[in-house]
């Protein structure tokens, strides 16, 4: 099972970074992969968004998130509900260094034949967590 994660401390508020990370259609903005991404339904825990991330080729691929976790100043965590491959992700805020830790951790279960994707699904979400410094360039600016 793939799984990674990364930490970094943003000189900010964890109620700030909190606020840019519940809104996902931030996303673009630090995610290089992330091709759009819109909310498509509901708010808070259970809202659902529209997203399109790079694949092979730089082909669109969905990979609709929905938020299961809204913990505010300290916790996001989202489920990917379309795509091929389907992570779960988490954001854990806590102070420090008068800003915010900032941990993103991501997850995926391969199951059956899946499983032979898990080296470039490891590679990708690798990628992803290593996106927190552009976070932090982002929210430092």
């Known amino acids: 099972m793939p799984s990674t994660a990364n930490e970094i ?13 519940a809104n996902p259609e931030n996303d673009p903005q630090w995610r290089s ?17 529209a ?10 691929i969905a990979a ?5 976790e809204l913990e505010p100043g ?7 509900v379309t795509g091929p491959v389907r992570p779960h992700g988490r ?20 199951g059956g034949l899946k499983r032979l994707m898990a080296p470039m699904v490891q590679k990708t979400m690798n990628a992803e967590v290593g996106h927190l410094d552009h976070l932090r360039q982002v929210l430092e600016r």
């Open 9 to 21: 401390v943003i000189a900010r508020p964890p109620e700030d970074v909190f606020q840019f990370l």
């Open 91 to 110: 954001y854990l805020l806590t102070p420090a260094d008068g800003g915010t830790r900032v941990r993103f951790e991501l997850e995926a279960k391969l």
């Open 51 to 60: 997203q399109g991330v790079k694949g092979p080729g730089g082909k669109r």
């Open 64 to 68: 609709d998130i929905e938020f299961t």
């Open 74 to 80: 300290s916790a996001i965590a989202f489920q990917t």
């Open 33 to 49: 992969g992330v091709l759009d991404l819109k909310r498509i339904s509901g708010s808070g825990v259970g809202a659902r968004y």
